[in-house]
């Protein structure tokens, strides 16, 4: 275990650059090409093919919420003879512009750096903390809490994390995801089609949340597509695939987006954080179009729903643990009367 203020002196920087690696891997989950995504646990970052477990289990594992939990993490298939750093990171770490900033986000007294040996294996212990707990988590930004708040829940950050990565250059090789007892669950997405009332001449409808689902900043009430809100969806250069929608249960068309969510520190470079206040949240939102020409389907009310991949450790709420939201659409006779 390195000296706390030799720490605090020389790491933020690697530790900045370990959080937006750790951002990356954790949009990474969900397979190329398949709408059920691999829930969040002990995973390598791509190109990593390190192999780690934490406190025995490749899967995320427990925390106490009011005392630390030593935790040990054990890692083969690292690079030997590296210097490397094990820490536990608020969520917001991944997804806060700019990413240079991210070491505020990070408990940087309770981080070890450690040397693997010549065959790439590492073991180390290091405590996880709860916000408020004794020993407690604390990071520089008050607002990088662990379980995150009910509102970063809403938004997709559904998880602290430990990550493993190299001090030197920053790259992250592998994380596991903390689960805490009281962690909260995030609030279901909507969706919202306009028209909702079409006649036989439509071909798309327009596909965004409810009016006020997901307000900036994002509140304990908010209602955002979060399933992959980290590196948004779909992602190929993550691998993360697209949306599927059904209308009745038959899939089709559509060109559905849900934007990644962002983190406004000072000095931030995201577009969504023009104007914005230091420490605002901003939720992801859903775009897109969808397929609706009526000539696939009768006259009367019809049920629409879109699925998205969940790369979280939290369990969606539509069919092969992605999140779902639903709308009704209605298909008029035969003249335009019927649209609003």
Known sequence: ????SHFRRHVPRRICA?????????GLLAG?????????????IPPSTSSCTYNGSPVAFPASNTAGTPVSVSCTGL?????????????????????????????????????????????????????????????????????????????????????????????????GNIIY?????????????????????????????????????VRATSRCWWGAALTGAPNAAAGVPGFTVTIDGTPVTNSLAASPAV???????????????????????????????PRMFRRGTHTVVALEPNTTPDPGNGSSNTDAASATIVRCAGDNRCQR
């Open 32 to 44: 190329a090409g398949a709408l059920a995504a691999t829930p969040a646990s002990a995973i390598p």
């Open 1 to 4: 275990m390195l000296d706390r």
């Open 181 to 217: 007892g009281t962690q909260p669950s995030p609030r279901a997405p909507t969706l919202k089609l306009k028209p909702s009332r079409i006649d036989v001449d439509r071909k798309r409808v327009t596909a965004s949340d409810a009016a006020g689902a997901c307000p900036t900043p």
């Open 263 to 293: 983190y406004c520190a000072k000095g931030a470079t995201a577009t969504a954080c023009a104007g914005l206040p230091v420490g605002t949240l901003v939720g992801p939102h859903l775009s897109g179009t969808i397929h609706v020409s």
């Open 18 to 26: 370990t959080a937006g690696a750790l951002g990356l891997g954790l």
């Open 79 to 175: 690079p030997p003879n590296a210097q490397l750093i094990v820490a536990q990171t608020s969520p917001l770490a991944g997804v806060i512009s700019p990413s240079s900033v991210a070491a505020r986000e990070a408990d940087l007294g309770t981080a070890a750096i450690v040397t693997t040996d010549a065959s790439g294996a590492l073991s180390a212990t290091i405590t996880v903390t709860a916000t408020g707990g004794t020993p407690g988590f604390s990071a520089i930004d008050k607002k990088a809490v662990c379980p995150p708040t009910q509102a970063q829940v809403n938004a997709g950050l559904t998880n602290c994390v430990v990550t493993v990565a190299d001090l030197a250059t920053a790259t992250g090789f592998n994380f």
